[in-house]
């Protein structure tokens, strides 16, 4: 190995992918981690995030949920912040059963939902159609010690008006 070249390891590749997730550039992202085997640098929970969160980014959920998928096998237990890309990507591809269906497998992963968890399930319900999801996740949020911000009022409301509720306001008062 030449003298002075840098070696990439663990750390500068979740630097380099995680700069790709913040530029928008999921294919790079993923390239970058593909690349890691070849280099013998084993990708963390770290890089998996970083990763799911550029597919995220580029409403790639299909990605993202492969991703996800691998983790358990890389020894890498996925945690919120994995889930809350996951579901994020998964809201922003009209994937709403996908996203519940992440929701519901964050205890068994001892992955605790937050407020981040509970607005993006709530507006994937909200974009497919699904008023009456939406605002059940809404009502479960205090049983979960999660308390709702504008943006679950906002996606809840957007549910009902989009599902012809109106009446069905007055409980999120």
């Known amino acids: 190995m030449p003298e002075g070249k840098a070696v990439p390891n663990q750390i500068t590749y979740n630097a380099a ?4 997730e913040k530029g928008g550039q999921w294919q790079l992202a993923l390239n970058l981690l ?5 280099a013998r640098v084993v990708p ?9 969160s550029a597919c995220e980014k580029g409403g ?6 492969n991703l996800l998928s691998l983790m358990p096998e890389a020894k890498a237990a996925p945690n ?9 990507a998964c809201e922003k591809g009209g994937q709403w059963q996908q996203a519940l269906n992440l929701l519901s497998l964050m205890p068994e992963a001892k992955a605790v939902p937050n407020q981040i968890t509970y607005n ?8 497919g159609g699904q008023w009456q999801l939406a605002l059940n996740l809404l009502s479960l949020m205090p049983e979960a010690r999660v308390v709702p911000d504008k943006i679950t009022y906002n996606a809840a409301i957007s549910a009902s008006e989009k599902g012809g509720r109106w009446q069905q306001l007055n409980l999120l008062s």
């Open 34 to 38: 593909s690349l890691m085997p070849e």
């Open 44 to 52: 963390d929970k770290i890089t998996y995030n970083a990763a799911i």
């Open 60 to 65: 790639r959920w299909q990605q993202a949920l």
């Open 17 to 20: 992918i995680s700069a790709c």
């Open 80 to 88: 919120e912040i994995t889930y809350n890309a996951a579901i994020s």
């Open 120 to 127: 993006a399930a709530i507006s994937a319900c909200e974009k």
